[in-house]
């Protein structure tokens, strides 16, 4: 028999992640702070929670993926969060970009109540959500990784563990450090062949298979060139991730100049009124020119 899963969020990401369980037959109960974002996934055989604590105590494993570190604070630490409502023998699963030194306050407090903790953060965006392909970096006891591994391999195809608690967010930051300056490099490499009168799309077409290649590269530029700026990862919580990978390189005595200039790049979408915005829409910056 399928063990129960309980999902706290249901995001763009997040609510593909929840298809895949139920379609793979697991018995999924949901808690969101919006309910309407829930109610499709409730018609397609999930089961809705009033609260947190109501998702949580009947369930086998607790999968999380909200927006922000402080979100994971209150859902984890709250009064009736999960670490107050669980019990002996669950494992929590956070899969929300989020501070590694957080990862590793939840593993403390889970240990010391039974809990098994796996930090898991993914990349891949909704495309990797909906296509069951993303990337999951885990942080947490090995064993209790490879417990979690069948259930990670319903949604994810890149399935890596990386060591221990905190270990998976601090990858993801390194992940997204990557992505943060080669989204500039898209942005104007298809800049520069519009100004010098080539088709972009096609210039895409000899591009994208040789060195320069990358997963923004082919999956945003396309949008970048249709104006099609909805969000498979928000530009707010982009910025988010930004901020924590650039204070962890100071507590690291590491400089990251390209990071703090696509940082402040970003910072300026937010403030132009980018924030719900997929990160492709840094695009904008070059129009017009």
Same mark, same amino acid.
């Given at each position: 028999?399928?063990?129960?899963?309980?999902?706290?969020?249901?995001?763009?990401?997040?609510?593909?992640?929840?298809?895949?369980?139920?379609?793979?037959?697991?018995?999924?109960?949901?808690?969101?702070?919006? *309910?309407?974002?829930?109610?499709?996934?409730? *018609?397609?055989?999930?089961?809705?929670? #009033?609260?947190?604590?109501?998702?949580?105590?009947?369930?086998?494993?607790?999968?999380?993926?909200?927006?922000?570190? *402080?979100?994971?604070?209150?859902?984890?630490?709250?009064?009736?969060?999960?670490?107050?409502?669980?019990?002996?023998?669950?494992?929590?699963? #956070?899969?929300?970009?989020?501070?590694?030194?957080?990862?590793?306050?939840?593993?403390?407090?889970?240990?010391?109540?039974?809990?098994?903790?796996? #930090?898991?953060?993914?990349?891949?965006? #909704?495309?990797?959500?909906?296509?069951?392909?993303?990337?999951?970096?885990?942080?947490?006891?090995?064993?209790?990784?490879?417990?979690?591994?069948?259930?990670?391999?319903?949604?994810?195809?890149?399935?890596?563990?990386?060591?221990?608690?905190?270990?998976?967010?601090?990858?993801?930051?390194?992940?997204?450090?990557?992505?943060?300056?080669?989204?500039?490099?898209?942005?104007?490499?298809?800049?520069?062949?519009?100004?010098?009168?080539?088709?972009?799309?096609?210039?895409?077409?000899?591009?994208?298979?040789?060195?320069?290649?990358?997963?923004?590269?082919?999956?945003?530029?396309?949008?970048?060139?249709?104006?099609?700026?909805?969000?498979?990862?928000?530009? *707010?919580?982009?910025?988010?991730?930004?901020?924590?990978?650039?204070?962890?390189?100071?507590?690291?005595?590491?400089?990251?100049?390209?990071?703090?200039?696509?940082?402040?790049?970003?910072?300026?979408?937010?403030?132009?009124?980018?924030?719900?915005?997929?990160?492709?829409?840094?695009?904008?910056?070059?129009?017009?020119?």
């Amino acid at each position: 028999m399928k063990k129960r899963i309980a999902f706290i969020g249901a995001g763009v990401m997040g609510a593909s992640i929840v298809r895949h369980l139920l379609q793979a037959g697991y018995e999924v109960v949901m808690f969101t702070r919006t *309910k309407s974002k829930a109610e499709p996934l409730v *018609k397609e055989g999930a089961t809705w929670a #009033d609260s947190v604590g109501a998702a949580v105590v009947d369930s086998d494993f607790i999968f999380t993926m909200v927006g922000m570190p *402080k979100d994971v604070e209150e859902i984890y630490f709250g009064e009736e969060g999960i670490l107050s409502s669980g019990r002996k023998g669950q494992i929590v699963v #956070d899969m929300t970009t989020s501070s590694p030194s957080l990862a590793k306050q939840i593993a403390t407090a889970a240990e010391e109540k039974g809990i098994s903790s796996i #930090d898991a953060p993914v990349s891949g965006g #909704d495309i990797g959500a909906r296509n069951g392909t993303l990337s999951i970096m885990c942080g947490g006891d090995k064993q209790v990784f490879e417990n979690i591994l069948p259930i990670l391999s319903v949604f994810g195809e890149q399935i890596i563990y990386q060591g221990g608690p905190g270990a998976g967010q601090h990858t993801k930051m390194a992940n997204q450090i990557a992505i943060a300056t080669n989204m500039i490099g898209v942005c104007e490499a298809i800049a520069y062949a519009q100004k010098a009168g080539l088709d972009p799309g096609v210039v895409l077409t000899s591009i994208t298979s040789g060195a320069a290649g990358s997963w923004s590269l082919t999956n945003l530029a396309p949008r970048m060139l249709e104006e099609d700026f909805a969000p498979g990862f928000y530009v *707010k919580h982009f910025l988010k991730d930004m901020d924590i990978a650039l204070q962890e390189a100071e507590l690291l005595n590491l400089d990251l100049p390209g990071l703090q200039m696509a940082r402040e790049m970003y910072s300026e979408l937010i403030k132009q009124g980018y924030g719900e915005k997929g990160t492709q829409v840094l695009y904008k910056r070059y129009e017009g020119q």
